[in-house]
């Protein structure tokens, strides 16, 4: 496979990469290679969970999210998981549950978000970076839910880790 | 705003932007334009689902997915959807119901995907790509989603499809 690189930002890096698939066909397919990140449900209670509202420059205004950020070098996706949550919202959580992963859009990178459940919070304080403009929005996860079937909870990560969170808690079939 | 173009690929667009957030500062950000997609789950039957398995190099392999494609400029998403099926799978669509969009991963893409199910199915033929090595898996329903819930398809956009399509059936509580 030969690769050209074409861009390496802060944190996602393009390149335009000669593929042979498994036919044997060679293609040429542009990617963006990304580090990866967490994404993390904070349960204020049993039935209570903490959105957050976040301007996102590439969505044109500000969204409904779970807290996530990318993975540092090396790091754990759970360590990240509770680091971000705890610099995002200040909450520093006292466990977390694995929910799985995904690929959040595989036709062109490859990165993979790790989403948890953190329960046992216990507050300290937000530290938001520069470019961070969150809210606090907590609601009843029966109310997340409803967020993401009207479609007004339209990130995917987000939607994902609530339902995976909402399914261990019994609330879907 | 003031923005940069980095590389306009096939269907990717990269750029680093100057941005005011709503609180005055200004960041720069890299951001990568995506024309959207549509993705959409075949109904066999009223409890049997068409997946495909697709080689994904970003993915580093073979997936579970659910026939999807990029927008052509100006097409409707229902249209793209009926298409894009109709090419990967070989079945035409009768009847398209939509199921709501997601932003795949808003931190750096505009990306849209527009989520549909379709009924009422006739047997064409398939039209692959140069690029697309597709396989066809029939499974129910039920099983589709127990993939998700094993982690077994991690795409966003296929698993978030499927539990729309699986609510609108009262098959999620």
Chains 1, 2 share one sequence.
């Not at 969505?59 to 610099?87: F, H, M, N, S």
């Not at 977390?96 to 329960?119: M, Q, S």
Request: charged residues 25%; hydrophobic residues 45%.
């Amino acid at each position: 496979m030969a690769a050209r690189r074409i861009y390496r930002g802060a944190w996602i890096e393009v390149s335009t990469e000669e593929v042979s698939l498994p036919n044997g066909r060679q293609v040429t397919l542009d990617i963006v290679r990304h580090p990866g990140a967490a994404a993390v449900v904070p349960f204020l209670s049993a039935d209570e969970v903490l959105l957050i509202r976040q301007y996102r420059h590439a969505a044109g205004g500000t969204i409904y999210e779970v807290p996530a950020g990318k993975l540092d070098a090396g790091e754990d996706p759970a360590e990240c998981a509770v680091r971000e949550l705890e610099e995002e919202t200040g909450y520093r959580a006292g466990r977390v549950e694995a929910l799985g992963w995904i690929f959040t859009t595989p036709g062109f990178t490859d990165e993979r978000i790790y989403l948890f459940a953190a329960y046992e919070l216990e507050k300290t304080r937000q530290r938001l970076e520069d470019d961070e403009l969150i809210e606090l929005v907590p609601v009843p996860l029966d109310s997340a839910l409803e967020l993401i079937w009207s479609g007004e909870l339209p990130d995917a990560k987000s939607s994902l880790a609530l339902l995976h969170a909402a399914r261990l808690l019994g609330k879907l079939a």
